[in-house]
């Protein structure tokens, strides 16, 4: 199931006054998403750390968070920058290794040779994201899809999507140009929505 | 006139803010006689609010792990 989530003003009010209960929400609902952009950034030896070290500095700026993004954002932002530093400390810099594009884009084959659908969406039941990820089975494929995504591409998805953080912010944090980040972010993507939509029509994926 | 082919990317940019006037008058034109790709741009947009949910929430000991860790650092703080 996905937990339900209310980031309302009174629960960002309790953080910023410290309440610790608030602070323990925060912390279950966000720390995998923040693992994840970690991971991709420093590797999977020192997410942790990062991330553990990230979780102090947001603990400190809480009673001064003004709300200007949302949570998920700005505790990737300061994820984001405590990688970096890491990074910084070893002489090493954020950059994908590897920027080629792999594999066609996943809904190339959908399409006929006139533009057209060839192979049209699926109508898909769910009509929310609590109800699209209640099949453990999908979210066990999703979860299975993104361990197997090549590297950079899930690192767009993880930091875009699943992150917030905007195309400028992240173009500058791995050096690579616009069209490549929208490359890469557009084939993480397709992936998604194809094995989603195979499910919906099968039922397994 | 713009293809079905052409409207996975060309939703992308319109959801990102990245396409200009004539292209975005060019998608709503599409958009308005193509109805699988009005279902493509709907289920787009379903999918992309639930990224950031897949992860799913972190267990008692990862919760604890943190909180014991703030914990020192706001003690260690304070003296």
């Not at chain 1, 309440?19 to 991971?39: I, K, P, T």
């Not at chain 1, 099949?135 to 998805?157: S, T, V």
Request: contains cysteine; aromatic residues 6%; negative net charge.
């Amino acid at each position: 199931m996905v937990a339900a989530f209310d980031e309302d003003a009174s629960f960002v009010a309790a953080l910023r006054e410290g309440d610790q209960h608030a602070f323990s929400q925060l912390v279950r609902h966000h720390h995998r998403a923040l693992l994840a952009v970690a991971r991709g950034l420093v590797g999977e030896s020192e997410a942790e750390e990062v991330v553990q070290l990230a979780w102090i500095k947001a603990h400190r700026a809480l009673p001064t968070f003004e709300g200007r993004s949302a949570l998920r954002t700005w505790l990737s932002r300061i994820v984001i920058n405590e990688a970096r530093m890491q990074l910084r400390s070893r002489r090493r810099e954020v950059f994908l290794e590897d920027l080629a594009v792999e594999g066609d884009d996943a809904l190339a084959d959908r399409f006929a040779a006139s533009g057209h659908w060839a192979q049209p969406p699926h109508r898909w039941q769910e009509d929310s994201p609590e109800a699209l990820l209640t099949a453990e089975q999908l979210r066990d494929c999703l979860e299975r899809l993104m361990r197997e995504m090549p590297d950079n591409q899930r690192l767009l998805l993880e930091m875009r999507d699943a992150g917030g953080i905007d195309f400028d912010e992240i173009c500058n944090t791995l050096s690579i140009s616009a069209s490549n980040a929208r490359v890469l972010l557009h084939r993480a993507r397709s992936r998604l929505f194809r094995l989603v939509d195979h499910y919906e029509e099968t039922g397994e994926c | 006139m713009l293809k079905c082919r052409q409207v996975p990317e060309q939703a992308e940019k319109l959801l990102a803010g990245d396409l200009g006037w004539r292209e975005r008058l060019s998608l709503r034109m599409h958009l308005l006689i193509c109805g699988y790709c009005r279902r493509y741009m709907r289920q787009l947009k379903l999918l992309l609010r639930s990224v950031p949910f897949l992860h799913g929430p972190a267990s008692d000991d990862e919760v604890d792990k943190v909180i014991t860790r703030v914990q020192c650092d706001r003690e260690s703080h304070h003296h």
